[in-house]
């Protein structure tokens, strides 16, 4: 078993940044995959990215490309994801997610390939 707590929610501005991160417990997390989705209000669940165990694949959905960046911390069990000129239209909870691979390069872009999920951390951007 995985236990994701993300944290590094908040209101910010349009045009300002944060920081999540995705704190991983119960078992090492550089056998994992891990990813990020969101939802809106009203909204069905979006993939945003995801991050290979080894941290050298990444895949962003387009409208985060080139704002987003994912990365991950193997010796501290941790995923990290910086967004930066964020958006009215990104807010959401944000949740982290892991799944258990053996392919060092695996990416999950859909939502039943992973096995662990976090309780989401509220991301609000004001106009």
């Known amino acids: 078993q995985v236990q994701l707590v993300e944290s590094g929610g908040g209101l910010v501005q349009a045009g300002g940044s944060l920081r999540l991160s995705c704190a991983a417990s119960?078992?090492?997390?550089?056998?994992?995959?891990m990813g990020w989705f969101r939802q809106a209000p009203g909204k069905e669940r979006e993939f945003v990215t995801a991050?290979?165990?080894?941290?050298?694949?990444?895949y962003y959905a387009d409208s985060v490309k080139g704002r987003f960046t994912v990365s991950r911390d193997n010796a501290k069990n941790t995923g990290y994801l910086q967004m930066n000129s964020l958006k009215p239209e990104d807010t959401a909870v944000y949740y982290c997610?892991?799944?258990?691979?053996?392919?060092?390069?695996?990416?999950?872009?859909?939502?039943?390939?992973?096995?662990?999920w976090g309780q989401g951390t509220q991301v609000t951007v004001s106009s």
């Open positions: 991050i290979s165990r080894s941290g050298t694949n990444t």
């Open positions: 119960g078992r090492t997390v550089s056998s994992y995959a």
């Open positions: 997610t892991a799944k258990f691979t053996p392919t060092t390069m695996y990416v999950g872009l859909r939502e039943n390939e992973y096995d662990y």
